[in-house]
């Protein structure tokens, strides 16, 4: 369960990122993660003005398939699959990143030094609907979570990325 002394020393934003199942992001062929515009385009609003690059992006499974991290990255940029109609130079395809679906994932959220958290079963149970969530331990809807800036500074000190 996490700790109430929390403290940001990484001098970066976290943010976590829900994926459902886990079975897509686990099959991503390329460093991103795909997500929806959301309503008038809220998501890729939040995105662009306040998700910076190096900052830590967790992603986390739903309640119903563990409600724990399987991964932690840091983030580089945003591309929307709706800036290149007629050719794709930063975005990809469903079919390409190895996804299953044909859902239409806009937002394509690039990172690197991705970290496979899976085995250390952090628990990151969110309340709430949005599929992106700024951490902040003191608020009380994120009162099931583990400390994930003493996760982060562990798997940077003591693990190895894929990349």
């Known amino acids: 369960m996490m700790e109430t002394t929390c403290k940001n020393e990484t001098g970066k934003n976290h943010w976590i990122i829900r994926v459902a199942d886990g079975i897509n992001f686990r099959n991503s062929a390329k460093p991103f993660w795909g997500m929806k515009k959301g309503r008038g385009g809220c998501i890729k609003s939040l995105l662009l003005n306040n ?3 190096g900052d830590i992006l967790w ?3 739903n309640k119903k398939n563990g409600g724990k991290a399987i991964g932690m990255a840091e983030y580089t940029e945003c591309y929307d699959r709706e800036d290149e ?6 975005t990809y395809s469903n079919k390409e990143q190895g996804w299953i679906g044909d859902d239409d994932w806009h937002l394509q959220i690039h990172y690197t030094k991705l970290y ?3 085995k250390q079963n952090i628990q990151v149970l969110v309340q709430g609907g949005s599929p992106i969530i700024e951490y902040s331990p003191y608020k009380p809807y994120q009162k099931n979570i583990e400390d994930l800036y003493k996760h982060y500074e562990g798997f940077s000190f003591y693990g190895v990325s894929k990349d």
């Open 51 to 53: 998700v910076k690059k």
């Open 59 to 61: 992603f986390c499974t």
């Open 85 to 90: 109609p007629l050719i794709q130079i930063n």
């Open 116 to 118: 496979d958290t899976e």
